[in-house]
Each structure stands twice: as structure tokens, then as C-alpha cells.
């Protein structure tokens, strides 16, 4: 579904059959943060078939349009963290009774730019996100850091030939070796992308892993 149109469009797919059900099951939601003059139109749907079976997936568009299309996350770490909640409160204005905001309950998936932006809101709104999930960003966070902000699972994930690959591997290893709740998962021999080589539902398992907890 579409929660506002024109060139920052906000996306959003419901949890599977919970929306028409009477009264409806309240169920948590799972942002996704697009890369740098991305669209989230084009990313939000590979991200659905690990998401809807427990959650609704959100997918709202950076604040900043791009000359050539799509849009960039600018501002301060507030300013873009608004935009999210923008972007959830017409969720909840919608479908209250279905949708689960409380403390703690929501999954975090950022690609490139947007996987910096979830570093970056992980330590601005500790308690707010439970899971989490990196891709195409050299993002290394220690375990101590995740859990002071809640966060109980950690997905890394990259292309073979994407030039973040090896921090990911690196930073899922060094937290599995911390104990903590990690996995690193390989996208297949693509470069700077979110979408796997092949039809294979390596981002669905991981997604379903991370809603798991």
C-alpha cells in the first residue's frame, strides 16, 4: 500500500491476513532504510516474504530528492529520525488497532546510506529497536553498543563484490566470538546491492531469523 504519494513516497505492506481479520491482531514493524538517492519502492518489496508473516513492513523515503530521482538522508540525527516517525504515525493513523508500537518491538533494516542511518538511530533511540540488520555499509557495531540499545539479533549482509564485504564478515565474526546473537550472509557474487545473485531466500531466512526474537 501506498501511505503518501508524490516523490517522497512512504510504502508499507501489511502483515499476511491480519489486517482483515475482526478484531485485528496488533503486530510490530519493520522499517527498511534505502540507500543514497534511492527509492523504497524499489527495495521495500525484496524485503516482504521474510517480514509479513509476523510484522508490517514500513518503507518510508529520505527526507532530500536527488536530481536524478530518488532521495537522500540529510539533516541532523533527530531531523531523520522524525521522518521515520513521520512515517509510522500514518501507519498507526490507519490501522491503530493493528499495529504494535510499543518499546522494544520493532526490526531495523538499513541498505548503504540507510544501513549508517540505522547505526546511527540504534544509539539515538536506545530501547526503541530489538533486531537489526546491516547490508552494503561498513558498519562494525560492538556488542556492548547493540545491546545498550536493545538490540538482541544482528544481520550482516553484502555481495561478494561489494566493497563492504569484508567489514561485515568481520563484524559479524567479532560479535559471534562476543556471544552475541550474530549472522553474516552472503548475497551471492553481485557488488553494491541488496538483492541476491539467485532465487534463493538467503534475505528471507535472515529476516525471519531477526523477527524471530
Known amino acids: 500500500m501506498t501511505l503518501r504519494d508524490g516523490r517522497l513516497p512512504i510504502y508499507a505492506f501489511s502483515p499476511s491476513g491480519d489486517v482483515s481479520r475482526t478484531p485485528p491482531r496488533a503486530r510490530p514493524i519493520t522499517v527498511y532504510l534505502h540507500g543514497m538517492c534511492g527509492d523504497p519502492g524499489n527495495g521495500c518489496a525484496h524485503f516482504r516474504d521474510g517480514v509479513v508473516e509476523s510484522s508490517w513492513l514500513l518503507c518510508p523515503s529520505a527526507p532530500t530528492p536527488c536530481t536524478g530521482g530518488g532521495a537522500i538522508w540529510t539533516g541532523s540525527s533527530d531531523d531523520r529520525a522524525k521522518v521515520i516517525g513521520d512515517a509510522e504515525q500514518r501507519l498507526v493513523a490507519r490501522y491503530a488497532d493493528a499495529v504494535d508500537v510499543s518499546p522494544g518491538s520493532r526490526v531495523l533494516v538499513g541498505f548503504s546510506q540507510g544501513a549508517y542511518l540505522a547505526r546511527d538511530l540504534l544509539r539515538s533511540q ?21 545491546r ?6 544482528a544481520v550482516f549482509a553484502s555481495g561478494r563484490f561489494d566493497g563492504t564485504r569484508r567489514a561485515l564478515e568481520n563484524a559479524a565474526a ?14 551471492g557474487p553481485v557488488g553494491h546491492t541488496y538483492v541476491p545473485a539467485r532465487e534463493e531466500p538467503v534475505l528471507r531466512d535472515a529476516l525471519a531469523w531477526l523477527e524471530e526474537d
Open 126 to 146: 536506545p530501547g526503541r529497536y530489538r533486531a537489526v540488520m546491516f547490508i552494503g555499509a561498513d558498519v562494525r557495531p560492538a556488542a556492548e553498543t547493540l
Open 148 to 153: 545498550a540499545a536493545g538490540v538482541r539479533r
Open 174 to 187: 567479532a560479535l559471534v566470538q562476543e556471544g552475541y546473537a550474530a549472522r553474516f550472509v552472503d548475497l
